[in-house]
């Protein structure tokens, strides 16, 4: 029973992370087809250039949230010490790059909405 049990688990895992990089490779096409109108039409408005990185943050920090989830449940049954270890490891990575990815976008988002009420950057 355990090792069916590790199995659905694998087969969850794969879904899950195929699930993550599908969403990071819509963004990254999103954001290279916004990146080409922008340079297409010659426009040159910084907002315009954030507005397709923030976009592409976006999707990348839901792919890190999937591929985090992937990792979770590939080692949520009867892990080892090494198991653990890893995903302690890529936990701390990925939280560290989600972490400060959400402070960027937090950043830009409220500059951009402060912009919009006050009419100036």
């Given at each position: 029973?355990?090792?069916?049990?590790?199995?659905?688990?694998?087969?969850?895992?794969?879904?899950?992370?195929?699930a993550g990089a599908l969403l990071v490779a819509y963004g990254a096409g999103e954001a290279v087809y916004g990146s080409i109108v922008v340079i297409?039409?010659?426009?040159?408005?910084?907002?315009?250039?954030?507005?397709?990185?923030?976009?592409?943050?976006?999707?990348?920090?839901?792919?890190?949230?999937?591929?985090?989830?992937?990792?979770?449940?590939?080692?949520?049954?009867?892990?080892?010490?090494?198991?653990?270890?890893?995903?302690?490891?890529?936990?701390?990575?990925?939280?560290?790059?989600?972490?400060?990815?959400?402070?960027?976008?937090?950043?830009?988002?409220?500059?951009?909405?402060?912009?919009?009420?006050?009419?100036?950057?």
């Amino acid at each position: 029973m355990p090792e069916s049990l590790k199995i659905i688990a694998d087969s969850i895992a794969i879904c899950v992370e195929v699930a993550g990089a599908l969403l990071v490779a819509y963004g990254a096409g999103e954001a290279v087809y916004g990146s080409i109108v922008v340079i297409v039409k010659r426009r040159t408005f910084p907002t315009e250039r954030k507005a397709v990185w923030l976009r592409f943050g976006g999707w990348l920090l839901l792919g890190l949230e999937f591929a985090l989830a992937a990792d979770v449940v590939r080692s949520a049954l009867s892990p080892t010490w090494q198991d653990i270890g890893e995903l302690a490891a890529i936990a701390a990575i990925r939280t560290f790059l989600s972490l400060f990815l959400q402070r960027d976008l937090e950043k830009y988002e409220t500059r951009q909405s402060l912009e919009k009420t006050t009419g100036r950057p």
